[in-house]
């Protein structure tokens, strides 16, 4: 298989499937491809000409393209059912969708004004009343699902709902928000995953940048 991404400094959606490919052990051919070039969407339609031209995208070994985050995650599970990417239990399995599909629809206050940069520091700026609204959310369904699952993930051992929200986690270890000590807690754990680990080296690494994103006003 082959996972087409972009910039590992800025691409919040390719992180997520790469970080479960990874952690999961599970075999891929990464394709970098970096974003806000004139020759991107090109670059994207060359390896998948099916799709609308954005990463993440997932050439399976048939030469399907599948190019939504969470449609490759679903798709990872399905096929790979001997690791536990959704909870085995249905009732966990169930609520861990409904978070993932939270985080994949929703928040557009925190995705407008704190943006991932991995290698930027913007503390305590862009706190705006609606950001502070998705982050309270956002600490709400983490609190529940590690008081409910016995963390140290939110539904036990690493998933899909946790490869969901660590580009959050990276958003907060960028803009530094006040958070719960068990949210901050949840992010350093995140953080020091291998896999995520991994990511955050290699956006550290990369020197491409995209001016407009590297800037804070």
Known sequence: MKLLIGDKNYSSWSMRPWVLLTHFGI?????????NEP?????????????????????????QAIWDSLAIAETLAERF??????????????????????????????????????????PGKNATPGVLADIARIEAIWGDCLANHGGPFLF?????????????????NTWKPALSAASAAYVERLTALPAVNAWIDAAREETHAIAYQDECP
Not at 39 to 63: E, M
Not at 83 to 103: F, G, K, T, Y
Not at 163 to 171: F, G, K, L, Q, S
């Open 27 to 35: 075999p891929f051919e990464e394709v970098l491809i970096w974003l």
């Open 81 to 122: 059912p001997q690791h536990a990417l959704w909870p085995r239990d249905a009732a966990a399995r169930a609520h861990a969708r409904c978070v993932s599909a939270e985080m994949h629809s929703g928040f557009g206050e925190l995705r407008s004004n704190m943006w991932m940069n991995i290698r930027a520091s913007f």
């Open 39 to 63: 020759d991107t969407n090109a670059s994207i339609r060359a390896h998948a000409p099916q799709g609308p031209g954005k990463v993440p995208c997932l050439i399976d070994d048939a030469g």
């Open 156 to 172: 036990g051992e690493f998933g899909i709902a946790d490869a969901m929200y660590a580009p959050v986690a990276m958003r907060f």
